[in-house]
Structure formats: structure tokens, C-alpha cells
């Protein structure tokens, strides 16, 4: 089982940036995908980026392209989500989860294995 916690979600101004984090309860932390998804209210989720267990791989959304990175620190069993040049239709609950497929298969519908509760990003205008 797999235990995710995100934090650093909050309120920004269009343009802004935030980083956020998902703390990870599990001893091989390194074996897991790890992805960003996000959920606007009345849609569904989202997926943002992925990052492979190592690190050395990474997809993105186009939608944020450019303007966001993942990244990950397994000695720390959490990963990461810097989010900048914010809009405000990105408000949403932001998601990580932790899965065993590759980094493309959430950006094509598939869903991770272990989610975390959701971190709240309002982006005003």
C-alpha cells in the first residue's frame, strides 16, 4: 500500500507560480511512476505530467508545456510539481499518484494505482 500526501497547494495571482510536493509512504518509492493529475470542479481529471521512478524521464500536458516540472527526489520519497506563469482556468484540486506503468500511459486516460487526498490551487484573476 501506498500512502501519498500532497501539500503546497493555494491561492496565486494569474501569473504567479507555485510549487507543489507529494510525500510518499513507501519503502521503494524509486519503482514507482509518479504523476500529476488536476480536477476542476464538474470535470474530470486531468492528467499534467509524469516522471519516471528514476527521474531521467519526463512527460508533460501541452497544455503546460514549458511552464511546469516534475521532478522527483526518491532519497526523500516525495516528488514535485513547480507550476509557474499560473492561469486562472488551472484552478482546480491537484493530484498526485503512484503507479507501475510507463510515463505516457496516464497522459492517454490511464489512471495511477495510489492517489493522494488532493492539494487546492486557485489561480485569481
Known amino acids: 500500500q501506498v500512502q501519498l500526501v500532497e501539500s503546497g497547494g493555494g491561492l496565486v495571482q494569474t501569473g504567479g507560480s507555485l510549487s507543489l510536493s507529494c510525500a510518499a509512504s513507501?519503502?521503494?518509492?524509486?519503482?514507482?511512476?509518479i504523476a500529476w493529475f488536476r480536477q476542476a470542479p464538474g470535470k474530470e481529471h486531468e492528467f499534467v505530467a509524469s516522471?519516471?521512478?528514476?527521474?531521467?524521464?519526463?512527460y508533460y500536458a501541452d497544455s503546460v508545456k514549458g511552464r511546469f516540472t516534475i521532478s522527483r527526489d526518491n532519497a526523500k520519497n516525495s516528488a514535485y510539481l513547480q507550476m509557474n506563469s499560473l492561469k486562472p482556468d488551472e484552478t482546480a484540486v491537484y493530484y498526485c499518484?503512484?503507479?507501475?506503468?510507463?510515463?505516457?500511459?496516464?497522459?492517454?486516460?490511464?489512471?495511477?494505482?495510489?492517489w493522494g487526498q488532493g492539494t487546492q490551487v486557485t489561480v485569481s484573476s
Open positions: 499518484g503512484a503507479g507501475y506503468s510507463s510515463i505516457r500511459y496516464y497522459s492517454s486516460g490511464g489512471k495511477p494505482d495510489y
Open positions: 513507501v519503502r521503494t518509492f524509486s519503482s514507482y511512476t
Open positions: 516522471i519516471s521512478g528514476t527521474g531521467t524521464s519526463t
